[in-house]
């Protein structure tokens, strides 16, 4: 299926460590075109890590890192390019607080694209709207819940167009009633074919979204499976006790 | 008798030479206080980056302000760095270097202090939309450090406008200054010529200073909202 499209973002023998303590270990993972790639493993197990070295808010150690092909550990590589490519929300909702939802969205397509302002606010429009959030776009961030903030941060980096997107825990935060809105936007892109990284403690969610599992332990990756076959029959003894613990 | 003394303000030019006087503090502590918040931007900025040279160098540069007392500053400067260097500068000049140099030191810390404050996803998250360098100061961190910094800032500018009246030791003629010169002419005729020169003085100060607290609490009341 996805496998056929060619590779977008290609992880090879990358190694990260915080002075002499490896953090991560010889990652080898090849992102398709297309494809939802979710990343589970226990707390402290490397996952924010891996996705911050993707898109080079944390250097790497070793091994090497390939966005359509060209590799992100060449010196001259102009990081605000790359990171124009690559969309990421985080966990805690990092909207700019001094600026209206419309200005936050508009800020990175006009400064960084320097793309027209009509052009972006139309777009901008259609994807508030796509998030239910149109009504709100000259509110502040502080006047939005949990979930409406995650959804705008959303909007903001898909308005750069990127090709890929990062999505770090991003409902660990929220209000269990909100975590619901924030994962069906993600789910709808995923039908829309966006290519993305997705590091979740849902359980349900991960086995719904996903074309592959990885699962990381202690910085290495330990499996990596279909969804299907990760949560029914997982391989390796840790999959198997870290999903015990999901089991109520 | 008292009431008879405040006529000592009226006497021939002497309200037009006590608000010359007040110009003068004025425009020393307006232009000192535009430069202060200037530089102070730039060694705020260089505060935070994690170079220790820098660092060092910036802590030496406060601590210095801090330790040796304003009014040596001024001497220092108008009789010893003129002398060594066999130039002659302004009175009002060697204040407003000064009193810059003061300024940008305490605004740098009071700047870097706000950027400090400012949670770490509010720039990683700007480096995750591509903003470079400069973009993530202008338009992210620098306005979110502006509302921060804003008592401490106006704290400093009303210190500075009090702080100038140490000029007069420089040959500098301030409000303080033509007060005391008003006050020795006519002491004989008005008795009460202190209370009545140092009384408007007084409200003076007030009227030059208030309207900087004001400021900063309608812009904080704005931000809020
Ligand atoms: N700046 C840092 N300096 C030193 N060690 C760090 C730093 N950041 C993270 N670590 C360590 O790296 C390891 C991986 O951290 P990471 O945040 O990637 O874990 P995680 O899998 O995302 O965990 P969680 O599910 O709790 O978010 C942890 O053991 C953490 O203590
Ligand atoms: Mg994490």
Same mark, same amino acid.
């Given at each position: 299926?996805?496998? #056929?499209?060619?590779?977008?973002?290609?992880?090879?023998?990358?190694?990260?460590?915080?002075?002499?303590?490896?953090?991560?270990?010889?990652?080898?993972?090849?992102?398709?075109?297309?494809?939802?790639?979710?990343?589970?493993?226990?707390?402290?197990?490397?996952?924010?890590?891996?996705?911050?070295?993707?898109?080079?808010?944390?250097?790497?150690?070793?091994?090497?890192?390939?966005?359509?092909?060209?590799?992100?550990?060449?010196?001259?590589? #102009?990081?605000?390019?790359?990171?124009?490519?690559?969309?990421?929300?985080?966990?805690?909702?990092?909207?700019?607080?001094?600026?209206?939802?419309?200005?936050?969205?508009?800020?990175?397509?006009?400064?960084?694209?320097?793309?027209?302002?009509?052009?972006?606010?139309?777009?901008?429009?259609?994807?508030?709207?796509?998030?239910?959030?149109?009504?709100?776009?000259?509110?502040?961030?502080?006047?939005?819940?949990?979930?409406?903030?995650?959804?705008?941060?959303?909007?903001?980096?898909?308005?750069? #167009?990127?090709?890929?997107?990062?999505?770090?825990?991003?409902?660990?935060?929220?209000?269990?009633?909100?975590?619901?809105?924030?994962?069906?936007?993600?789910?709808?892109?995923?039908?829309?074919?966006?290519?993305?990284?997705?590091?979740?403690?849902?359980?349900?969610?991960?086995?719904?979204?996903?074309?592959?599992?990885?699962?990381?332990?202690?910085?290495?990756?330990?499996?990596?499976?279909?969804?299907?076959?990760?949560?029914? #029959?997982?391989?390796?003894?840790?999959?198997?006790?870290?999903?015990?613990?999901?089991?109520? | +008798?008292?009431?008879?003394?405040?006529?000592?303000?009226?006497?021939?030019?002497? /309200?037009?030479?006590?608000?010359?006087?007040?110009?003068?503090? $004025?425009?020393? $502590?307006?232009?000192?206080?535009?430069?202060?918040?200037?530089?102070?931007?730039?060694?705020?900025? /260089?505060?935070?980056?994690?170079?220790?040279?820098?660092?060092?160098?910036?802590?030496?540069?406060?601590? $210095?302000?801090?330790?040796?007392?304003?009014?040596?500053?001024?001497?220092?400067?108008?009789?010893?760095?003129?002398? /060594?260097? @066999?130039?002659?500068?302004?009175?009002?000049?060697?204040?407003?270097?000064?009193?810059?140099?003061?300024?940008?030191?305490?605004?740098? @810390?009071?700047?870097?202090?706000?950027?400090?404050?400012?949670?770490?996803?509010?720039?990683?998250?700007?480096?995750?939309?591509?903003?470079?360098?400069?973009?993530?100061?202008?338009?992210?961190?620098?306005?979110?450090?502006?509302?921060? +910094?804003?008592?401490?800032?106006?704290?400093?500018?009303?210190?500075?406008?009090?702080?100038?009246?140490?000029?007069?030791?420089?040959?500098?003629?301030?409000?303080?200054?033509?007060?005391?010169?008003?006050?020795?002419?006519?002491?004989?005729?008005?008795?009460?010529?202190?209370?009545?020169?140092?009384?408007?003085?007084?409200?003076?100060?007030?009227?030059?200073?208030?309207?900087?607290?004001?400021?900063?609490?309608? /812009?904080?009341?704005?931000?809020?909202?």
């Amino acid at each position: 299926m996805k496998g #056929n499209n060619k590779v977008l973002l290609e992880i090879v023998g990358l190694r990260k460590t915080y002075g002499a303590r490896p953090v991560l270990d010889d990652i080898n993972l090849s992102i398709h075109k297309g494809e939802v790639v979710v990343v589970l493993g226990s707390s402290g197990c490397g996952k924010s890590t891996l996705l911050r070295c993707l898109n080079g808010l944390e250097s790497i150690q070793g091994g090497d890192i390939k966005l359509s092909g060209k590799s992100l550990t060449d010196k001259n590589v #102009n990081w605000q390019e790359v990171r124009q490519q690559i969309g990421m929300v985080f966990q805690n909702y990092d909207l700019f607080p001094h600026m209206t939802v419309m200005e936050n969205i508009l800020l990175g397509p006009s400064k960084v694209q320097k793309r027209a302002e009509k052009e972006v606010m139309e777009q901008a429009s259609q994807l508030l709207d796509r998030v239910g959030l149109l009504n709100r776009k000259d509110d502040y961030p502080r006047q939005l819940s949990g979930g409406q903030k995650q959804r705008i941060a959303i909007v903001r980096a898909l308005c750069m #167009n990127p090709e890929i997107m990062l999505f770090d825990e991003v409902t660990a935060a929220l209000d269990p009633e909100m975590v619901r809105e924030v994962l069906d936007v993600i789910l709808g892109l995923a039908k829309q074919g966006m290519t993305m990284v997705i590091v979740t403690h849902e359980m349900g969610f991960a086995k719904a979204v996903a074309d592959c599992i990885v699962f990381i332990d202690a910085g290495k990756i330990c499996e990596i499976a279909e969804p299907d076959e990760f949560f029914s #029959n997982p391989k390796t003894e840790r999959a198997r006790q870290f999903l015990n613990i999901f089991q109520y | +008798m008292l009431s008879s003394g405040i006529n000592v303000l009226f006497e021939g030019s002497n /309200m037009q030479r006590l608000l010359g006087g007040l110009l003068i503090t $004025a425009q020393i $502590a307006f232009i000192s206080i535009i430069i202060s918040s200037l530089l102070g931007i730039v060694v705020g900025l /260089m505060m935070t980056l994690k170079s220790r040279v820098l660092q060092f160098v910036f802590r030496f540069y406060l601590e $210095a302000f801090r330790i040796i007392p304003i009014l040596v500053w001024l001497f220092f400067v108008y009789f010893g760095v003129t002398n /060594m260097l @066999d130039i002659h500068l302004d009175g009002e000049i060697v204040a407003v270097v000064v009193f810059s140099l003061w300024g940008a030191a305490e605004m740098g @810390d009071i700047v870097r202090g706000a950027l400090e404050s400012l949670p770490k996803h509010q720039m990683e998250s700007g480096k995750a939309l591509g903003l470079s360098f400069w973009q993530l100061y202008r338009f992210v961190l620098i306005p979110q450090a502006v509302r921060r +910094m804003l008592p401490g800032a106006i704290n400093l500018s009303t210190r500075m406008v009090k702080t100038t009246s140490l000029v007069v030791m420089i040959g500098v003629i301030d409000v303080v200054k033509v007060g005391q010169q008003i006050i020795e002419r006519s002491i004989i005729d008005f008795p009460a010529a202190s209370f009545w020169i140092y009384g408007l003085i007084f409200i003076l100060y007030f009227i030059i200073c208030y309207p900087l607290s004001i400021l900063s609490k309608k /812009m904080e009341m704005k931000w809020e909202s």
